[in-house]
């Protein structure tokens, strides 16, 4: 069974760091692109930032651009979303997601539970 | 990149249809065939339904069903059943090598 579980989230204030987890299993984590994909509350899905399964070939949307870095340990099964910079429209739950094996740049297979950002003061 | 755009609510009684329309440009929707859609329920992680247009992922059932025309894709939920009562997002891929989604759609089962 595919598991996806996040953490490292929190509250942070505005400026400050974060780094979230995203433990994977039930599959064969170094076959697929891996994503990120946040939720502000009460809000819609919004595409974060994506990673290659090697770890070589990285995308980001131009809102986190220059600000968050993506990457991926394919020794211990875990991606990863470094946050800087950290603005109060950051504030979201953040999905990592499983790209699919045929379209692994724009289809989301399989999602973790989320986990909750808040930056504010 | 603006979101899609979907009519924020759909409403149908058991066993009916609805469907929801999903506009992009020909930038992304139009562009190309990589429309996706997701079912979320309140409080939980999406869930894949509909891919490429209208293929569905090994397990959905065949009351979700997709289609395109032009720079709007379409997705039809048939014999409408309580469980359907949920959001529902597009997505497409986007001539700036993103995915762009839609502004979801709330889908009331009266």
């Known amino acids: 069974e595919v598991q996806l579980v996040e953490s490292g989230g929190g509250l942070v204030q505005p400026g400050g760091s974060l780094r979230l987890s995203c433990a994977a299993s039930g599959f064969t984590f170094t076959t697929y692109w891996m994503h990120w994909v946040r939720q502000a509350p009460g809000k819609g899905l919004v595409w974060v930032s994506r990673i290659s399964n090697d770890g070589t070939n990285t995308d980001y949307a131009d809102s986190v651009k220059g600000r968050f870095t993506i990457s991926r340990d394919n020794t211990h099964n875990t991606l990863y979303l470094h946050m800087n910079s950290l603005r109060a429209e950051d504030t979201a739950v953040y999905y990592c997601?499983?790209?699919?094996?045929?379209?692994?740049?724009?289809?989301?297979?399989?999602w973790g539970q989320g986990d909750l950002v808040t930056v504010s003061s | 990149q603006s979101a899609l755009t979907q009519p924020p609510s759909a409403s149908g009684s058991p066993g009916q249809s609805v469907t929801i329309s999903c506009t992009g440009t020909?930038?992304?929707?139009?562009?190309?065939?990589?429309v996706s859609w997701y079912l979320q329920y309140p409080g939980k992680a999406p869930k894949l339904i509909i891919y490429e247009v209208n293929k569905r992922p090994s397990g959905v059932s065949d009351r979700f069903s997709g289609s395109k025309s032009g720079n709007t894709a379409y997705l039809t939920v048939s014999g409408l059943q309580a469980e359907d009562e949920a959001d529902y997002y597009c997505?497409?891929?986007?001539?700036?090598?993103?995915?762009?989604f839609g502004g979801g759609t709330k889908v009331t089962v009266l």
């Open positions: 997601a499983r790209g699919h094996y045929v379209y692994p740049r724009s289809v989301f297979e399989y």
């Open positions: 997505t497409s891929w986007t001539g700036s090598s993103t995915v762009i």
């Open positions: 020909s930038s992304d929707v139009g562009g190309y065939n990589y």
